[in-house]
T-cell receptor, first 111, second 112 residues
């Protein structure tokens, strides 16, 4: 079993839909949780960064962490075709900067 | 904005060749990383460095080595390339531990 599990998709939604992307993990030591967005033929770029449990909102994006369930989510409101990309979750513990990545979910937002 | 530059976007090499992948960052970051990205496997850490001349193995260091002679430059070396090293290679840097990683655009390496 992988340490971080993420459905690879692809997830196809119409423009304007609310998108929910999720990751589950097994290591209870994880404290830092991130979401990266990766466009085709580009490197990942950080979208959201949260520490421990709770919610964080930034514009159309909301990151949610439920440590008791070992489950994190990224919600995208009013999705746009420009949101079409692969979304990677990543997490680490207090030991340092060794991020563990999920495999990524490919999202397609259709006009 | 931080810029992480990888020297090649696409590279084709033959089995047994020695391959150098170069990465340069321009924001005086302490930490630098090399990942490979494969479909279905996500990003896997090969090596990282917290300081000049310092290196630590990641999850999959076999068949690779690294060099960090200057703070801004981190090189990945494939001593004798093999077909199973065909992959997308991503370099990243960060200012401090547990802070955001800045990635380069990647090098797609094909070993024939």
């Amino acid at each position: 079993q992988k340490e971080v599990e993420q459905d690879p998709g692809p997830l196809s939604v119409p423009e304007g839909a609310i998108v929910s992307l999720n990751c589950t993990y097994s290591n209870s030591a994880f404290q830092y949780f991130m979401w990266y967005r990766q466009y085709s033929r580009k490197g990942p770029e950080l979208l959201m960064y949260t520490y421990s449990s709770g919610n964080k909102e930034d514009g159309r994006f909301t990151a949610q962490v439920d440590k008791s369930s070992k489950y994190i989510s990224l919600f995208i409101r009013d999705s746009q075709p420009s949101d079409s990309a692969t979304y990677l979750c990543a997490m680490s513990g207090n030991a340092g900067n060794m991020l563990t990545f999920g495999g990524g979910t490919r999202l397609m937002v259709k006009p | 904005d931080v810029k992480v530059t990888q020297s090649s976007r696409y590279l084709v090499k033959r089995t047994g060749e020695k391959v150098f992948l170069e990465c340069v960052q321009d924001m005086d970051h302490e930490n630098m990383f090399w990942y490979r990205q494969d479909p279905g496997l996500g990003l896997r850490l090969i090596y990282f460095s917290y300081d000049v001349k310092m290196k630590e193995k990641g999850d999959i260091p076999e068949g690779y080595s690294v060099s960090r002679e200057k703070k801004e430059r981190f090189s990945l070396i494939l001593e004798s390339a093999s077909t199973n090293q065909t992959s997308m290679y991503l370099c990243a840097s960060s200012l401090r531990q547990n802070e955001k990683l800045f990635f380069g655009s990647g090098t797609q390496l094909s070993v024939l």
